[in-house]
């Protein structure tokens, strides 16, 4: 394909894609219960963070994670005492375990106490330093401030090992996006959608190389940037938008029917 026929193919699969019936089968529908900008927040993170391997397993533990949070995530997090906190000590995903668990409630809980949530890290990073690796590596640090496992550290990617942070980039594109399409929240104000990084993994990688918009062999921050620096060239204002186009044939694989 040349560059505009490669546009109009990635144009074609966002829009068939980026629509409300994609949110029940995604992890997005799980901070879709909310209408609090806080627990959509906070559901949006935790959903995110454990958000490898099959999507029904990843909805179904995310929702369980939820729910054990009486009246919503985010008076759940303000108020949660360590007795309450212990009721997720036997949580486990994948390599997500119950102590992996406990300390993320625990930084959200210093995070929504004394930085202005979520919202508020990840926009001060920006501010500061313009550009959303910077912003990842700020959060990281601040959400590492508090006493932590060491194992629970691969659980926030670190870009200076040259993470892929798709699991980040995917919240950013549900908390930072705005369209009116109705799935991504778009909740955040001070952070621009063209400033966004593409969620790259298995899927969208394999497709974005079958493309010929991705070189590079690795799922790495490399690749990341890679293909971000491409899709600007098509949507400089709203490159991740194309994260639909890529993931959405990708995960479907022969099921796909456009």
């Given at each position: ?88 000590s036997g949580f486990s995903h994948r390599t997500f375990n119950g102590t992996d668990c406990l300390f993320f409630l ?60 798709k699991r980040i980039n995917m919240f950013l594109r549900w908390m930072v996006r705005r369209d009116d399409r109705g ?76």
């Amino acid at each position: 394909m040349d560059e505009q026929e490669l546009k109009e193919w990635l144009e074609e699969y966002y829009d068939y894609f980026n629509r409300v019936t994609f949110i029940p089968d995604d992890p997005i529908s799980v901070p879709h219960r909310y209408e609090m900008k806080q627990d959509i927040e906070i559901a949006g993170f935790l959903t995110a963070v454990i958000a490898w391997g099959q999507r029904p397993v990843i909805i179904r533990n995310a929702t369980w994670l939820v729910d054990s949070m009486p009246d919503g995530p985010y008076q759940f997090i303000m108020n949660a005492t360590d007795s309450q906190l212990m009721h997720f000590s036997g949580f486990s995903h994948r390599t997500f375990n119950g102590t992996d668990c406990l300390f993320f409630l625990r930084s959200l809980q210093n995070i929504y106490r004394h930085y202005h949530g979520l919202e508020g890290v990840f926009s001060d990073g920006y501010r500061q330093y313009g550009n959303i690796p910077a912003a990842i590596r700020h959060f990281r640090n601040i959400f590492f401030s508090i006493p932590f496992p060491e194992r629970t550290l691969k659980h926030i990617p670190n870009l200076d090992k040259n993470a892929a942070a798709k699991r980040i980039n995917m919240f950013l594109r549900w908390m930072v996006r705005r369209d009116d399409r109705g799935v991504d929240f778009g909740l955040w104000e001070h952070i621009p959608s063209s400033a966004l990084y593409i969620p790259l993994d298995v899927h969208s990688g394999r497709v974005a190389r079958e493309l010929g918009l991705l070189q590079r062999k690795q799922n790495d921050w490399r690749a990341v940037n890679e293909l971000t620096l491409r899709l600007r060239k098509f949507d400089r204002n709203d490159p991740v938008k194309y994260d639909y186009a890529l993931f959405g044939p990708g995960v479907l694989g022969s099921k796909f029917q456009p």
